[in-house]
């Protein structure tokens, strides 16, 4: 099972704790993790939990279930606006604390979580990254050549998200799409779900051939909004064409480049002429795109040193400062590794 969307919980005090860590358990359990993994599953959501409360005085934790590799994880993401740490790495020392605690709770998620990551920022707050897969990773795993990575959460108060996210890897490229349908809820879920189905079938190769497509296959829905990039591996460049209000940029460590989206509904009404962008691939270039659930004047310079970091920090730090909480919130981050 791979979740496209992420389900939030409230952190914000210990009233919370007991639903929260019962809900995630049974999303574990579902998902026919062992009892063991389970079991360390459990304890990687109380501690995230607790340090919420003990040092950021409340927080977010995100949860969804993906799959990579043909292998099926969790992932857990802690998200707070508390005062941060100036040497988040020496946090992670058990027996280090800021709080006069014990100091076990970061170093015992990262012994065991496969993937476990922290960035913090001074008066700013801190993401914590935890990945627990179903299967043992093999020891040694080569970088990959393209990483995609995204946070999907639904407007709160709704159970399903109306935003989508899906990539598709091939032998030629990569194709990435990010769609939102119109309004929230299950009728918006529906409409951007079965355009990720209709992109899965495809056999068209340029972003408006695919946009086409997908307007014919979703006339049903009420309709969406997306964007459609491809990488291609031999020419080394982004082809980008986009319908609707998805906010879509490329991002180095020094400066950022916005890409216009065209008016119209998939579904509905689209332009009868659409041009595609395209935009050579730079040495640490990550493509981001958000749905309208994003506010868009984003400065992410600040991120020190975020770009070192798995894709998922940089999306959810997006989350974290510039989400409306008024509508479905996605935050798509992609990035070739051409020296892989």
């Not at 919370?16 to 019962?22: D, E, G, M, N, S």
């Not at 355009?195 to 969406?224: F, Q």
């Not at 040495?283 to 309208?292: A, F, N, T």
Request: with cysteine; proline share 3%.
């Amino acid at each position: 099972m791979d979740s496209t969307s992420h389900t939030s919980y409230n952190a914000e005090d210990r009233s919370y704790f007991a639903i929260l860590k019962k809900e995630i358990h049974q999303v574990a359990t579902a998902a026919g993790f062992s009892d063991k993994k389970t079991g360390e599953i459990d304890i990687i959501v109380a501690e995230m939990a607790s340090n919420l409360i003990k040092h950021a005085g409340g927080g977010e934790i995100l949860v969804r279930l993906m799959q990579e590799n043909g292998n099926e994880a969790i992932e857990l993401i802690s998200i707070d606006n508390g005062p941060g740490m100036a040497d988040p790495l020496r946090m992670l020392e058990d027996g280090v604390s800021t709080a006069n605690t014990l100091g076990h709770g970061l170093g015992a998620m990262k012994r065991l979580s496969d993937t476990f990551q922290i960035y913090s920022l001074k008066e700013w707050g801190t993401i914590v990254l935890a990945r627990v897969y179903k299967n043992e990773l093999p020891l040694f795993i080569k970088k990959p050549l393209v990483e995609v990575r995204w946070v999907v959460v639904p407007k709160p108060g709704e159970t399903v998200s109306g935003d989508g996210a899906y990539h598709q890897l091939n032998a030629e490229g990569l194709k990435v799409f990010l769609g939102d349908g119109l309004g929230h809820g299950p009728d918006a879920h529906l409409a951007v779900q079965q355009a990720i189905s209709a992109i899965g079938i495809c056999t068209e190769n340029s972003p408006i051939d695919i946009l086409r497509y997908l307007h014919t296959a979703v006339k049903k829905t009420r309709g969406l909004v997306g964007t459609m990039a491809i990488y291609n591996f031999k020419e080394k460049n982004w082809r980008i064409c986009g319908i609707g209000n998805i906010a879509t940029r490329t991002q180095n460590f020094m400066s950022f480049k916005n890409y216009m989206s065209y008016n119209g509904i998939i579904g509905m009404n689209i332009p009868n002429t659409l041009k595609e962008q395209e935009v050579a691939d730079e040495r640490g270039q990550v493509l981001i795109m958000c749905s309208d659930g994003i506010k868009t004047r984003m400065e992410l310079q600040k991120y020190t040193g975020i770009f070192k970091y798995d894709l998922t920090i940089l999306a959810a730090a997006i989350y974290k400062d510039f989400a409306r909480k008024t509508d479905d919130m996605s935050v798509m981050v992609s990035r070739i590794n051409t020296t892989a």
